[in-house]
């Protein structure tokens, strides 16, 4: 019987993927191994070609999350985007 996906004791719960110009941008949720849910944020850019051509990531712990969701709302209208209801 196979066990959950983890990976160096993280396991992953969700993935989202959103393709933009040149490349498409990873939201990926784990959960550490106290269970705490956390981000990891990877964009990926890929030549004509889908090749990597270079890969940049971020992670936002627990902590940082409320920070981090007041600031991504304050961003989204200015760069034209939405919540869905």
């Known amino acids: 019987m196979a066990g959950p996906n983890t990976n160096n004791g993280r396991m992953f719960t969700q993935r989202h ?3 933009i110009r040149n490349g498409e941008l990873l939201i990926l949720v784990y ?3 106290r269970g705490d849910p956390y981000l990891v944020i990877k964009r990926i850019k ?8 270079e890969e940049e ?5 627990r902590s940082e999350l409320p920070a981090f969701y007041d600031k ?7 760069v034209g985007l939405k ?3």
């Open 17 to 19: 993927v959103i393709p």
């Open 31 to 33: 959960e550490d191994r």
């Open 46 to 53: 890929k030549t004509k070609s889908g090749r990597v051509k």
């Open 57 to 61: 990531s971020v992670a936002v712990f």
């Open 72 to 78: 991504l709302f304050e961003i989204l209208p200015q």
């Open 83 to 85: 919540l869905a209801p």
